[in-house]
């Protein structure tokens, strides 16, 4: 397909302002946006399977520009944010002697883009981040925020820091050569917005996700809208003191099954999480009388239809999870207050809510029940 009108973003955090390109052919403006930055060495962060496809043809274009690159190629998956890859790519950048106003580029998904950007905000003290992500799944959630991080074996991303780019490079074009299953994975985040606070959006998903998997211009609306919904909460809410923790729709759930899979991405990546995380949500909402149940069938129907997981028993090995395991994982959730849990819900689709010192017993009678059906 030919190139699209690209669409620009803002990200008005004053001195720390920055814009989201999107569209088709955006990372061919690499070399000349980064090139402006004032940069003279680029650190390119990528993956092994990323860098076969897109790490030449970009190397290429930045070195066009006059820029040195010093690449630093990791192993795909979850595995590697960690404190070993982050030390090594942390190494790499400063024996290629990168100074402060060079840049870190991350090319990849969110693996790469998290762990390149933590490193960004630490090498050096801090040096300029571009996120150049090449899933949906990043395109729509983790490039955009400056949220960085590794995982430990206590639990997904504490650990960490915020450090917004200084550009984000989303090209639509690069989601053409991603697996069916990453797309599927990405697309959970893209429904999310929807489900948050946009229930117009989610009903336009409902019509439009197969072009969006397609590659027409309604994949670029649908990054272009998600990219829209998440800048507006992280200016009211940078550090997620407040309505930020609303991006967080699923993940209380889902962030708890990736632990109960020990980050196995064979048996579950994180978008698939999601998924189950947004149908658990909405049933645990229903549960409590706060929601329709006609709503929360809703969400996991159209999952279900885009050919994503909505059960616990939909993971592999989930006869082996009990709910006091996926509780305890709750329990290391970064948004955990003086002990207490706390999820989002949903007064119905479109009409999410922060909800502070939930019940445990409320929660792990709703898990029991939802375990239960991994036989039915």
């Known amino acids: 397909m030919g190139p699209s009108r690209q669409e620009i973003i803002r990200v008005p955090l004053g001195e720390r302002a920055y814009d989201i390109v999107v569209g088709r052919g955006a ?103 571009v996120q150049a992500p090449t899933t949906l799944l990043a395109q729509v959630d983790s490039s955009v925020g400056g949220k960085t991080g590794i995982n430990t074996a206590r639990g997904k991303n504490l650990v960490g820091a915020f450090h917004q780019p200084s550009l984000v490079l989303a090209d639509t074009a690069l989601l053409d050569t991603l697996p069916e299953r990453e797309m599927k994975a990405g697309y959970a985040e893209v429904a999310k917005y929807g489900l948050i606070g946009d229930a117009g959006f989610f009903r336009w998903c409902e019509g439009h996700w197969r072009e969006i998997f397609a590659g027409g211009p309604e994949r670029d609306r649908a990054v272009a809208q998600s990219c829209r919904a998440k800048a507006a909460v992280v200016v009211r809410d940078e550090r997620e003191e407040g309505d930020r923790a609303l991006l967080n729709l699923g993940h209380t759930f889902g962030h708890a099954l990736e632990r109960a899979v020990a980050y196995d991405g064979a048996r579950l990546v994180h978008g698939e999480a999601v998924a189950i995380g947004l ?98």
């Open 27 to 129: 990372i061919e403006e690499a070399g000349a946006r980064i090139a402006a930055l004032g940069a003279r060495t680029v650190g390119l962060v990528t993956d092994g399977t990323v860098a076969d496809l897109h790490a030449a043809r970009v190397s290429a274009d930045l070195e066009a520009h006059g820029l040195r690159v010093a690449a630093v190629v990791v192993p795909p998956g979850e595995a590697s944010k960690s404190f070993g890859q982050l030390e090594a790519i942390c190494d790499a950048l400063l024996g290629a002697k990168l100074e402060r106003g060079d840049v870190v580029l991350a090319l990849g998904g969110g693996v790469v883009g998290d762990l390149a950007g933590f490193a960004a905000a630490i090498l050096l003290r801090g040096i300029r981040l």
């Open 279 to 376: 149908a658990l949500a909405f049933r645990f909402s229903s549960r409590l009388g706060l929601c329709p149940r006609e709503d929360a069938e809703r969400v996991a129907a159209h999952l279900d239809s885009v050919g994503l997981p909505t059960r616990i028993r939909d993971v592999p090995g989930a006869e082996a999870f009990s709910a006091a395991d996926l509780l305890a994982a709750m329990g290391q959730d970064k948004k955990v207050k003086a002990g207490e849990l706390t999820f989002i819900l949903a007064r119905g689709i479109g009409r999410s809510f922060v909800a502070r010192g939930i019940d445990r017993t409320e929660v792990q009678a709703f898990l029991d029940a939802e375990l239960a059906r991994r036989s039915s």
